[in-house]
Nanobody
Framework: QVQLVDSGGGLVQAGGSLRLSCATSGRTFSSYAMGWFRQGPREEREFVASIDWRGGRKYYADYVKGRFTISRENAKNTVYLKMVSVIPEDTAVYYC?????????????????WGQGTQVTVSS
């Protein structure tokens, strides 16, 4: 498994932007597909976006499509989530996750390693 450290969360006004980062340990980062999930208050954890090991394919949940962008820099062992035009409904703890699944995983059960989470709060 790989160790993940999420960062970049904070308080942002509706319509603003934020970039989350997820730094990983180990020399095998490029062999993992990566994803972002979120969990709002009193809600279940939900999928946000995922990216394959090379960064060539990406998949987004409908509720963030066109506003969020997932990317990765394998040379820096880091995956990012750029969030623009945020809305109060985006308020949640955001978690990055790593998957050994070939292709583009989107289910939480496909991911075996998780970050500790970073809080994003969007004010109206």
């Amino acid at each position: 498994q790989v160790q993940l450290v999420d960062s970049g969360g904070g308080l942002v006004q509706a319509g603003g932007s934020l970039r989350l980062s997820c730094a990983t340990s180990g020399r095998t980062f490029s062999s993992y597909a990566m994803g972002w999930f979120r969990q709002g208050p009193r809600e279940e954890r939900e999928f946000v976006a995922s990216i394959d090991w090379r960064g060539g394919r990406k998949y987004y949940a409908d509720y963030v499509k066109g506003r969020f962008t997932i990317s990765r820099e394998n040379a820096k062992n880091t995956v990012y989530l750029k969030m623009v035009s945020v809305i109060p409904e985006d308020t949640a703890v955001y978690y990055c996750a790593a998957s050994r699944t070939l292709g583009l995983p989107i289910g939480a059960r496909d991911f075996g390693s998780w970050g500790q989470g970073t809080q994003v709060t969007v004010s109206s």
